[in-house]
């Protein structure tokens, strides 16, 4: 694991890559992994735009669980070590598909959120931005939060299904890991865009990458190092940055 350390050092302009697996480790269920929501609910309904339209009640009624609870949860030290990394300036971005705040709360502060964010919500009627505390209070009860303009339906910020993923964050994000000269993909199977092509840009501009996953990736064969192991490769980093070995 001595080579994670050169990659790190030896990098000039450092990029990473989370996906659910990271938060794996702060208790939180991973969408698409071995136990993943999808395996066991139907996650893809709640994040259905067409859905939500229709009946808004369907997705509060069930990401009360999972998404209102968000505030309960704590970093880990995958996301104490890429916070760190920020602070020591290796880390120039981190690009992530979770929308559970994690990376902000372990000190993150150069964060590119893809699928959106859970904090932000708004009226799907008239757009107005919903006020947080509100919303997040009748989500907990698994009500529908109402706009007090024009009593519209309040939706989280989140990209759903049959969403486009917000323009913003997109752009910088390719920009991002075309800069890269070295991207560590992080807790994600890249299998959903955009992640399917993020490390793509990184490699054609000669930029090398890292893999961490517990399952096989399509990048896995182009990848300078490959770990499955998450949890191990983070006690690792953390322990070398205690040491200032890092
Ligand atoms: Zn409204």
Redesign the pocket.
């Known amino acids: 694991m001595e080579e994670i350390i050169d990659f790190i050092k030896g990098a000039k302009h450092l990029v990473a890559f989370t996906g659910a697996g990271v938060s794996v480790l702060s208790g939180i269920k991973d969408f698409r992994g071995k136990n993943g929501l999808y395996k066991t609910m139907n996650a893809e309904k709640i994040f259905d735009l067409n859905v939500f339209m229709q009946d808004p009640s369907f997705y509060y009624t069930h990401a009360k669980d999972f998404v209102y609870n968000l505030d309960e949860k704590e970093p880990a030290c995958t996301h104490r070590v890429l916070a760190k990394l920020e602070q020591k300036g290796y880390l120039k971005a981190l690009i992530t598909q979770n929308i559970d705040m994690l990376h902000q709360k372990a000190g993150n502060t150069k964060v590119l959120e893809v699928h959106g964010s859970a904090t932000i919500h708004y ?1 799907i ?2 757009g ?1 931005e919903a006020d947080k505390t509100d919303s997040f209070e009748k989500a907990k009860n698994g009500e529908v939060p109402r ?1 007090k ?2 009593n ?1 339906a309040i939706k989280p910020a989140i990209t759903f299904f049959g969403e486009s993923l917000p323009r913003k964050a997109l752009d910088e994000s390719i920009a991002e890991v075309r800069q890269a000269d070295a991207l560590m993909v992080l807790g994600s199977s890249l299998t959903v865009y955009p992640a399917a092509h993020l490390p793509a840009y990184t490699l054609e501009n000669g930029g090398h990458i890292m893999i961490v996953n517990d399952m096989p990736t399509s990048f896995d064969q182009y990848a300078t190092l490959k770990y499955n192991d998450l949890g191990t490769v983070f006690e690792y980093l953390e322990k070398m940055l205690n040491e200032e070995r890092l």
């Open positions: 009226c009627k008239c107005k706009c303009f024009c519209g």
